[in-house]
């Protein structure tokens, strides 16, 4: 319930461009969103699970190579670093989600 304001400003400020939908896992799916040049700081991926606790090697573009992301809703403390081909491997907690957001410094 708390949840709901955090993905409303997600999805409001930050998911842009691309979606690449993974929807290969009967208990597992992710997407991402690569983002737009016009919305700084836009790109997201976001996993989920209905089931034990998910991984899921995704891509978010090669703009976002050497970039490191955060739970938004902070269900996975770990964070994750999008590889040189724009690909990296997104976590969730067990019947969780996560939204994956941009690290600000």
């Given at each position: 319930?708390?949840?709901?304001?955090?993905?409303?400003?997600?999805?409001k400020?930050l998911?842009?461009?691309?979606?690449?939908?993974?929807?290969d896992?009967?208990?597992?799916?992710?997407?991402?969103?690569?983002?737009?040049?016009?919305?700084?700081?836009?790109?997201?991926?976001?996993?989920?699970?209905?089931?034990?606790?998910?991984?899921?090697?995704?891509?978010?573009?090669?703009?976002?190579?050497?970039?490191?992301?955060?739970?938004?809703l902070?269900?996975?403390?770990?964070k994750?670093?999008?590889?040189?081909?724009?690909?990296?491997?997104?976590?969730?907690?067990?019947?969780?989600?996560s939204v994956?957001?941009?690290?600000?410094?």
């Amino acid at each position: 319930m708390f949840e709901l304001p955090k993905l409303c400003t997600v999805r409001k400020d930050l998911s842009y461009g691309v979606q690449r939908d993974y929807l290969d896992h009967p208990n597992c799916i992710g997407w991402t969103r690569e983002g737009e040049d016009e919305n700084p700081g836009s790109g997201i991926a976001v996993l989920m699970s209905n089931s034990g606790a998910g991984i899921k090697n995704m891509e978010m573009g090669v703009k976002h190579a050497n970039k490191t992301l955060i739970d938004a809703l902070g269900n996975v403390t770990e964070k994750v670093v999008v590889n040189e081909e724009g690909w990296a491997a997104f976590l969730c907690a067990e019947k969780s989600v996560s939204v994956w957001v941009l690290k600000t410094d």
